[in-house]
């Protein structure tokens, strides 16, 4: 068994270079099977999310060959348009292909991805959507879809979902006619993915109500792209420097993508900067804690990061209150936080945190991706050593942790337990 070992109570200092965004670099990824010819993908994460999709493309017949951070997607010959259980169940964004299989092949046949550690996580709005534009589902075991042809037309969502809007622009970019997409998400990937496809040929614009209007084209070119860097990882580190009380630069971030971390932040006492992609966050005191926070779509405070902030106020002055608003059961950390001593209470969607002076090193256990990253800033403050197992759930997103967090000072290391 592989474990983190963290021995705890070190300030980090110093700078990172953040690592290509995961959420932008799988729909992009999905994407290169719209058009024939090979796509080049820059400053892809080397992440178990990413393996797992090209893994996918390699099975829909697609020349996948990864030269360090640059991927090359040859989609000239889908051979398939059936995805097995045993990828797609991995990875939630294996949904993506249901629109990218339906814009290039017409057909689409899919496990329905299960419910996962966070939440439920349902497909019903990608389906609905679909439907809308002339998909006809056979199956209701999985997600067994067809059309003869996409018509563009227009979708409302009920709720901004990032993966229902990714969905509906890959079916929509191939579509006869214009589609429209209101109330889609504005996270900023999804603005990335519709550049990328607009350099192919495509036609999306951003309406000043946010809605996307797509006109269809006959055909996309294959592209080349550099993926942003991840504004989640790169909030996490933020996050990890101020709960150790030290200052950290991170590179490669657009001054908005972090504005609402950084606005929390700086209500906890942290002194934050920015300039153009440079971030960096300096702290000399016990952070406050924030009486309110409440994680919404972009460009509000962020899901994903909801978990590493628990950490932080965990060990921050006063009582904070967090209300999860997307994932209803994103609170798993907070089990594993009071194991190092965190006075949480969790009440249904709202977790109140009353900062304690100092969390205890313990043996956990990640409970998911951005939990298992919290509880990795939870061992950097903590007096004595952390353990923490199932970091397979970490690697689905960071890079390599050890590597970032260690580069600044942290002591942090894996180790593959022999059992011997
Ligand atoms: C994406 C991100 C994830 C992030 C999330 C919210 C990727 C690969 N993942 O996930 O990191 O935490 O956005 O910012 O980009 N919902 C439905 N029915 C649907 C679709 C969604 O009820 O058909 C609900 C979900 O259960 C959830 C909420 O809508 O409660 C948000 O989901 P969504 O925005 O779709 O998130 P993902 O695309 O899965």
């Known amino acids: 068994m592989k474990y983190l070992e963290i021995s705890g109570g070190r300030p980090l200092f110093g700078e990172i270079q953040i690592q290509g965004s995961k959420n932008a670099a799988l729909p992009i990824l999905v994407s290169c099977i719209l058009s024939e010819g090979t796509c080049r993908i820059e400053n892809c994460p080397e992440i178990k999310d990413v393996e797992d999709t090209l893994q996918i493309m390699r099975e829909l017949g697609c020349g996948v060959r990864r030269l360090g951070r640059t991927v090359y997607v040859d989609a000239s010959c889908i051979s398939r348009w059936e995805i097995r259980a045993t990828e797609a169940s991995r990875i939630r964004s294996s949904v993506l292909f249901l629109g990218a299989l339906l814009g290039r092949t017409g057909k689409a046949v899919l496990p329905m991805p299960g419910g996962c550690a966070i939440g439920s996580r349902p497909v019903d709005l990608h389906q609905k959507a679909l439907k809308q534009l002339g998909a006809v589902f056979l199956n209701q075991e999985q997600l067994q879809a067809e059309c003869r042809e996409i018509r563009g037309g227009r979708i409302r969502l009920p709720f901004p979902s990032v993966g229902a809007t990714e969905n509906c622009l890959l079916a929509c970019v191939l579509a006869k006619g214009e589609s429209r997409i209101e109330n889609p998400a504005r996270e900023p990937e999804i603005d990335e993915l519709c550049s990328f496809l607009n350099c192919r040929g495509a036609r999306i614009s951003r309406r ?46 657009p001054e908005e993508s972090l504005r609402a971390a950084a606005g929390v932040l700086r209500r906890m006492g942290a002194q934050v900067w920015n300039q153009e992609k440079r971030w960096a966050v300096a702290v000399k005191e016990r952070l406050q804690g924030v ?76 409970p998911d991706l951005r939990g298992g990253a919290a509880l990795v800033l939870a061992g950097l403050q903590a007096d004595g050593i952390t353990r923490i197992e199932r970091t397979e759930y970490i690697e689905r997103g960071y890079e390599d942790i050890c590597r970032d967090l260690g580069s600044v000072g942290a002591r942090i290391r894996v180790v593959q337990d022999t059992g011997g």
């Open 208 to 253: 000043r109500d946010g809605s996307l209007r797509i006109q269809g084209v006959s055909r996309l070119e294959p592209g080349v792209w550099q993926i942003q860097a991840d504004r989640i990882v790169a909030g996490t580190y933020l996050l990890a420097a101020a709960c150790t009380g030290g200052s950290l630069c991170v590179h490669g971030c």
């Open 291 to 366: 009486p309110y926070v409440e994680t919404r779509p972009y460009p509000d405070f962020p899901t994903d990061l909801q978990s590493p902030l628990m950490a932080a106020f965990s060990v921050a002055s006063g009582r904070s209150r967090i209300r999860e608003t997307i994932f209803e059961n994103r609170f798993s950390t907070a089990w594993e936080l009071r194991k190092m001593g965190a006075q949480i209470q969790v009440d249904g969607n709202l977790a109140c945190i009353d900062g304690v002076r100092r969390l205890k090193g313990a043996r956990l256990q990640a």
